[in-house]
T-cell receptor, first 112, second 112 residues
Framework: DAGVTQSPTHLIKTRGQQVTLRCSPK?????VSWYQQALGQGPQFIFQYYEEEERQRGNFPDRFSGHQFPNYSSELNVNALLLGDSALYLC???????????FGPGTRLTVT | GQQLNQSPQSMFIQEGEDVSMNCTSS?????WLWYKQDPGEGPVLLIALYKAGELTSNGRLTAQFGITRKDSFLNISASIPSDVGIYFC????????????FGSGTQLTVLP
């Protein structure tokens, strides 16, 4: 049973560029949440997708956007990258009826 | 927004010792989750708590949902080297679309 997978593992971008990160949820899960984890801190909620719609959003600017596909996989897009966007981006999946979220290994984004 | 205060920030213990850490909040949570994160990886779910006063075990780990619903505790008995890592508490607020709020983590080091 495959767990949550994310790609790519690492990414280096230049300030002002755009980036797309991808996530495949655990088998049987239909809800995907994205979190940003800065070095030395706990993950911060970005947004959550269910039934291909953004269901809730954390305190992140509109430069952060996402999408969920019919197969429940999801993308996180960040436009106009800033140095402060450098972080580990985590995807978590869950089933609609459960509060338990299972995390992928993350994508390490470095903005130079 | 909600904040979780997690303590201690770091712990150095001898192999075989018991460990206790806790999480407190000014807000009420209706679900508490405890995660462990190893370097370069995503958080792994250890224990989920759903009722005030609930005590749940997972092997050598025991967690409790505080009576006031504003705190939670994690105990690790007879620590071993593979317990090394960062432990995070995470809470879900009543009515939330499953947005997790994380503490800042407890870095555990187990000395041989």
């Amino acid at each position: 049973d495959a767990g949550v997978t994310q790609s790519p593992t690492h990414l280096i971008k230049t300030r002002g560029q755009q980036v797309t990160l991808r996530c495949s949820p655990k088998s049987g899960h239909d809800t995907v949440s994205w979190y940003q984890q800065a070095l030395g801190q706990g993950p911060q909620f970005i947004f959550q997708y269910y039934e291909e719609e953004e269901r809730q959003r954390g305190n992140f600017p509109d430069r952060f956007s996402g999408h969920q596909f019919p197969n429940y996989s999801s993308e996180l897009n960040v436009n106009a990258l800033l140095l402060g966007d450098s972080a580990l981006y985590l995807c978590a999946s869950s089933h609609q009826g459960s509060y338990e979220q299972y995390f992928g290994p993350g994508t390490r984004l470095t903005v130079t | 927004g909600q904040q979780l205060n997690q303590s201690p920030q770091s712990m150095f213990i001898q192999e075989g010792e018991d460990v206790s850490m806790n999480c407190t909040s000014s807000s009420i949570f209706n679900t508490w989750l405890w995660y462990k994160q190893d370097p370069g990886e995503g958080p792994v779910l250890l224990i989920a708590l759903y009722k005030a006063g609930e005590l749940t075990s997972n092997g050598r780990l025991t967690a409790q949902f505080g009576i006031t619903r504003k705190d939670s505790f994690l105990n690790i008995s007879a620590s071993i080297p593979s317990d090394v890592g960062i432990y995070f508490c995470a809470g879900l607020v009543s009515g939330s679309a499953r947005q997790l709020t994380f503490g800042s983590g407890t870095q555990l080091t187990v000395l041989p």
